[in-house]
């Protein structure tokens, strides 16, 4: 645990020396929510003029295991493409300034991301910014932007098997109580696995509302996040971005903004791709069991003492009863038959 | 002395939420207190249903377990057939977690077999669970 005013003192020391020139960190804030990193917004002054930057420190655990090279790696191509993403700035992988790794980014003005208080209006505009956005990333090419740098290119007849052979493992591996429904869910998907992916896309990995950031004109400003991003099917961040949990009770919109068939109309528009029934299916039952065991990391994490924030208490508690329940609608023989 | 620690619980979380934590100035202590609150609510809850839930779910597997007693191995029914060693939270807890993990692999011979009454059932078992445990503490 450091304190803000440890942070004010290292960032100033550590920005200065980068920049060549005096840095005053002004403001150091904390911001809550960054389960995966501790998350402080600085406010700067540099040679007379002030900038913010968004300081991303590695906890001793976290929701998600990720390495932050794969993150920061992420943001580094993205940055230049029409996806909006914040600059990043710097990646510092030694402990010797804040006991951890941590990377720095600059801050987008004026964030926002919180939509439950916006109009039908606003909400509508974003929407459809947010699955036209999700579909350009679908249709980009990983090789042309250098992710086979950072990360494994898998085929488009095993990517699935893969990554449920992934998560199924995290299930196993960290699951406090046995898991009677997820597993049953894991039975499900490694006997109906979809047809190979359209293509092999870059796959943000946690798309979803409260990821991006907008302003008060209803523009998206910057997609957040990047952690679990990785090579595979497009489909999968569709369906992750689909499920239930991130509707609230709005269940008829895809994350509380735009009904779900014109989310997957704008996506196929803006990727080219087509959206296969059953495969989405697969890959909505999937994200689910995703979710399970990230939830269930947390809980571990929690429980074990590696970490105490009451994120990890939630996630592994609540977030695994709600996600449960989204997978009993989509797999009790009533539902299937 | 507190008689019923679930209501104190409830009522230490109102006045965290609702007292202390308007005082806090760091946005982010507030968040995490609200949500320290809400989980305080949530474990109120379990504090005084969570015993009676486990114990709800205990016999409906071993209902599960008599009708599917084909698919089980002698071990398995040694667990199945074993009486709680107490009736603390932790001890039921564990012998939940035994059962539940006898019921995942008689959940897979019941797909396995067509054993498809019994798979229902087991299905039916699990909504019921969901059900019983749902967290309303937390919105």
């Known amino acids: 645990m450091i304190t803000t005013d440890q942070v004010q003192i290292a960032a100033a020391e550590y920005l200065g020396e980068k920049w ?6 002004c403001n150091v804030e904390k911001i809550f929510g960054g389960a995966s990193r501790e998350t402080y917004k600085l406010s700067l002054e540099v040679d007379g003029e002030t900038r913010g930057v968004i300081l991303r420190r590695d906890p001793p655990s976290s929701l998600i295991d990720t390495e932050r090279h794969l993150e920061y790696g992420a943001y580094d191509r993205i940055y230049p493409t029409d996806i909006p993403v914040p600059e990043p700035l710097f990646l510092e992988n030694s402990p010797d300034f804040l006991e951890q790794p941590f990377s720095i980014m600059a801050a987008v003005e004026n964030p926002m991301s919180d939509v439950a208080q916006l109009s039908n209006d606003q909400k509508q505009k974003i929407g459809q910014q947010k699955y036209d956005l999700l579909g350009r990333l679908a249709a980009k090419d990983p090789l042309a932007l250098k992710f086979d740098e950072i990360m494994t290119v898998p085929k488009v007849v095993s990517t699935a098997a893969e990554q449920l052979a992934y998560w199924q493992g995290i299930i196993n591996e960290d699951e406090i109580h046995p898991q009677p429904i997820a597993q049953a869910a894991i039975r499900w998907l490694a006997a109906n696995l979809p047809p190979p992916a359209q293509k092999i896309s870059i796959v943000h990995g946690d798309y979803r509302t409260g990821n991006f950031l907008f302003n008060d004109q209803a523009q998206i400003t910057a997609i957040l996040d990047w952690e679990m991003c990785h090579l595979g099917d497009p489909l999968e961040d569709l369906a992750w971005s689909l499920d239930p949990l991130w509707s609230g009770e709005e269940l008829a919109l895809a994350g509380r903004l735009i009904p779900h068939g014109q989310a997957i109309q704008i996506w196929c528009e803006a990727s080219g ?26 809980s571990e994490n929690f429980e074990n003492g590696e970490g105490k924030d009451a994120i990890l208490a939630m996630a592994g508690w609540v977030m695994t009863d709600r996600q449960n329940r989204i997978l009993l609608d989509y797999l009790a023989p009533e539902v299937l038959s | 002395m507190i008689p019923h620690a679930d209501d104190a619980l409830r009522m230490l979380s109102q006045r965290l939420m609702t007292q202390l934590l308007p005082d806090l100035k760091s946005l982010y202590s507030l968040s995490d207190g609200a949500l320290i609150g809400l989980l305080i609510n949530a474990i109120a809850d379990e504090m005084a249903e969570g015993i009676q839930r486990r114990l709800d779910d205990i016999a409906e597997m071993k209902r599960i377990f008599i009708a599917g007693e084909a698919l089980l191995s002698s071990k ?3 667990v199945t057939a074993a009486e709680l060693s107490s009736y603390r939270l932790a001890d039921v807890n564990d012998h939940h977690d035994a059962l539940s993990r006898i019921l995942v692999l008689l959940h897979e011979a019941s797909e396995n077999k067509g054993f498809e009454a019994l798979n229902q059932s087991i299905w039916t078992y699990l909504r019921r669970h969901t059900q019983r445990h749902k967290i309303t503490a937390v919105p």
């Open chain 2, 76 to 78: 398995d029914k040694e």
């Open chain 1, 20 to 25: 060549g020139t005096s840095v005053t960190v």
């Open chain 1, 273 to 298: 791709l087509s959206c296969n029934e059953q495969a989405l299916k697969w890959w909505r039952i999937f994200v689910s069991v995703k979710a399970v065991a990230i939830w269930i990391s947390s």
